[in-house]
């Protein structure tokens, strides 16, 4: 019997407990802001960005949204960034992406204030994250951690293959498994005998981008399997980069897509704008 781990309860938990957290804050005269910064007119983007205004609105985050022709020149989108760098009213900067390929996202990412980097993406933060004194997380793999958490699964001492190396998520929940105490296999497109590696997982994290790549000869039985990829059949119907059907039965634990990893993204977006916002009053 497979559980689905559902990330759209989990989600909607957090959410309820920052809208508390808000209303404090307001009482003491701050309201969370984000600030999101657009580039272009990527429809995924926008839909995105969406979402993330919404959900700040259910909780009572104000959002800042600024949107930029696609044919802005980097040190206009770098200026923008330096505004709200230096905005003490602003608590976090969110740049989505994927930027225009005339500007070199490492440039962006680097401009960002890393005490207001609710991305987690900033070299600052992802190098106190390594040495496990972390500032701010990446929203997906600190979102894969409270899942886990939720269901009661406890990684310390777990074989965990992590199947991706992106800066976003392979890399960053690397770290966080590590400093959880779990045992981290990192495997990506040039590993040999993909197959024999993630069924010796305890905790298989599937996070390459490609529709149902993994199937039950994939895991090991009674595995927790994380699916991160978000894809599209040729029917055009969402699915992960693992085989739903074909696993259940076999894996514990399965997060579903839609509704699994996702939501917990953005709702771990919400809940680093308000820590940070939460900071800043322990600061004055």
Not at 204 to 212: E, F, N, S
């Amino acid at each position: 019997m497979t559980e689905i781990m559902n990330g759209r309860d989990l989600s909607a938990k957090v959410k309820m407990n920052l809208k508390k957290s808000v209303e404090g804050l307001k009482k003491v005269g701050v309201t969370p802001t984000l600030a999101v910064i657009l580039v272009g007119d990527d429809e995924a983007s926008k839909v995105y960005v969406r979402n993330k205004h919404r959900a700040a609105q259910k909780i009572g985050i104000n959002t800042i949204d600024e949107t930029m022709p696609a044919d802005s020149k980097q040190e206009d989108v770098i200026k923008m960034i330096e505004k709200y760098n230096n905005d003490p009213d602003v608590h976090g900067i969110l740049v989505q992406m994927p930027l225009p390929k005339h500007i070199d996202e490492k440039a962006i990412i680097d401009t960002i204030d890393p005490k207001k980097d609710v991305d987690g993406s900033h070299p600052e933060n992802m190098g106190r994250l390594f040495m496990n004194e972390p500032q701010a997380l990446p929203c997906t793999p600190r979102g894969i951690m409270e899942l886990l958490k939720e269901y009661d699964i406890d990684v310390r001492g777990q074989e965990v293959v992590i199947v991706g190396r992106s800066n976003l998520v392979g890399r960053p929940l690397a770290a966080l498994m590590i400093n959880s105490s779990a045992t981290v296999t990192v495997a990506h497109s040039v590993t040999h005998d993909l197959q024999s590696v993630t069924k010796k997982a305890d905790i298989l994290v599937a996070a390459v981008g490609k529709a149902k790549m993994f199937n039950k000869d994939y895991i090991k039985e009674g595995a927790v399997v994380i699916d991160v990829g978000i894809n599209r059949t040729a029917e055009g119907k969402l699915c992960g980069d693992v085989d739903a059907k074909d696993v259940m039965g076999k894996a514990a634990f399965l997060t579903p897509v839609p509704g699994g990893v996702g939501p917990m993204t953005v709702a771990m977006l919400m809940k680093q704008t308000v820590e940070f916002a939460e900071r800043s009053v322990a600061n004055v």
